[in-house]
């Protein structure tokens, strides 16, 4: 049924039923007041009409029945009520039911495209699977050449059972050599670290050794002038010494001389004279005098001409 006549189906139906209970309360307050005027006695509050038709019995069987149609009344007002309680929550839980409906139709709606999207990917992821099984099936065919090689390799040897094991094998292998490859590359930069400082070593032992040779040079440098030096200071103390000994020669000539010189004149002059023989100048002194005496006496040989002059016999000391 569409909800939009269920809800006018149910407002119309509201709309009688309040007719219907707003009809039942009038009556019920008219026979209310009809009942209680006759009850109090008061033939004035009465209907003319009612009061004049009414023998007492009858009256009192007519008060009985209304009083019963009183109580239907009240009893009809409380079942109207209670089925407009019971009507209004049933709208309600009506309302509420359809509101879940349409909300459980929007989410099964949701859910449908949902599925509906789920259902094209994984259509999509199947056709994808599918293409991925061709592939695959049109590889295995085209490797199954090495299967077969695989096989007649495990057919040839005893070392190996299934083809699985050889494939196990080999794994490790390669994974052996990854490890060592691994190592090795570790080897290398440890040897090209190794290498690099060899080659800065090299280099700093190079500019020492560089230094040294270049300190060589100047010390070497300073030899070849520091042996120039000495070669000269030795022609220099050879020369002085040369000199020296020529000097030395001349000297000890001079003292010979001045020695025979004295001797002769002491004894040509028979002094007794107490020199020492290294005393070369009191010898030139005594020379000298004894020359100056032998001058003098020449002269005073010529002056007199007659006969020699006395002769001293002693000689003044010879001064220094």
């Known amino acids: 049924m569409d909800p939009s006549a269920l809800k006018w189906a149910c407002w119309c139906f509201h709309i009688a039923l309040e007719a219907a209970l707003n009809c039942c309360v009038s009556m019920y307050r008219a026979s209310s007041q009809t009942f209680s005027c006759c009850k109090s006695g008061s033939p004035a509050q009465a209907s003319p009409s009612l009061m004049a038709l009414l023998c007492p019995k009858e009256f009192q069987v007519k008060m009985e029945s209304l009083q019963q149609r009183r109580e239907e009344l009240e009893h009809k007002e409380e079942q109207l009520k209670e089925a407009f309680f019971k009507f209004d929550k049933f709208l309600k839980e009506n309302d509420a039911k359809r509101h879940r409906a349409l909300h459980k139709a929007s989410r099964e709606q949701l859910q449908a495209a949902q599925s509906n999207v789920e259902a094209i990917r994984l259509r999509q992821e199947i056709a994808q699977l599918l293409r991925e099984r061709d592939r695959l099936q049109r590889h295995l065919e085209a490797n199954d050449i090495f299967r077969s090689y695989l096989q ?143 001058d003098l006496s020449d002269i005073l040989a010529d002056l007199r001409k007659g006969g020699p002059l006395p002769t001293p016999q002693t000689l003044p000391p010879a001064t220094t």
């Open 152 to 294: 007649t390799v495990i057919e040839k040897t005893e070392q190996f059972q299934e083809i699985k094991e050889m494939i196990d094998r080999v794994r490790t292998l390669v994974a052996t050599q990854a490890v060592l490859v691994q190592r090795e590359l570790g080897s290398r930069e440890q040897v090209e670290e190794e290498h690099a400082r060899l080659q800065q070593y090299l280099e700093e032992s190079n500019n020492k050794v560089l230094q040294c040779n270049n300190r060589l040079a100047e010390l070497q440098t300073q030899l070849e002038q520091a042996q120039v030096q000495v070669h000269q200071s030795e022609s220099k103390w050879t020369e002085i010494q040369t000199t020296a000994a020529k000097k030395t020669l001349e000297l000890g000539q001079i003292k010979m001389a001045v020695l025979n010189l004295f001797q002769m004149a002491t004894k040509q002059m028979k002094l007794q004279v107490d020199i020492p023989l290294e005393d070369t100048e009191a010898q030139l002194d005594t020379v000298r005098v004894l020359l100056c005496m032998t």
